[in-house]
Nanobody, 124 residues
């Protein structure tokens, strides 16, 4: 089992920045691909970003490419999501997820473990 706990959410004005963190505990963190997803009210949970276990490969949804950066620190069992130039449409609950290595990181069902989520609200 892997336990995931997100933090860093909050209220920010449009154009601002936030950094989300996801701390993992339990089984070894390193072999897992780590992903961030988000879910806005009334919408499906959608892929935001993912990073390979080595950190050498990162993947982004088109809607966040160029604004968000995913990174990981395996020694600290932590993955990060740096979010810049935030827009009101980025408002959602953000979830961290862990799954086996994959070349299709946007597939929600691929991930085995999920955190409880952290709320991000971007005001206009």
């Amino acid at each position: 089992q892997v336990q995931l706990v997100e933090s860093g959410g909050g209220l920010v004005q449009a154009g601002g920045s936030l950094t989300l963190s996801c701390a993992a505990s339990g089984r070894t963190f390193s072999p897992y691909m780590m992903g961030w997803f988000r879910q806005a009210p009334g919408k499906e949970r959608e892929f935001v970003a993912a990073i390979s276990w080595s950190g050498n490969s990162a993947y982004y949804a088109d809607s966040v490419k160029g604004r968000f950066t995913i990174s990981r620190a395996n020694a600290a069992n932590t993955v990060y999501l740096q979010m810049n130039s935030l827009k009101p449409e980025d408002t959602a609950v953000y979830y961290c997820a862990a799954g086996p290595p994959s070349n299709r990181p946007a597939l929600r069902n691929w991930y085995d473990y999920w955190g409880q989520g952290t709320q991000v609200t971007v005001s206009s």
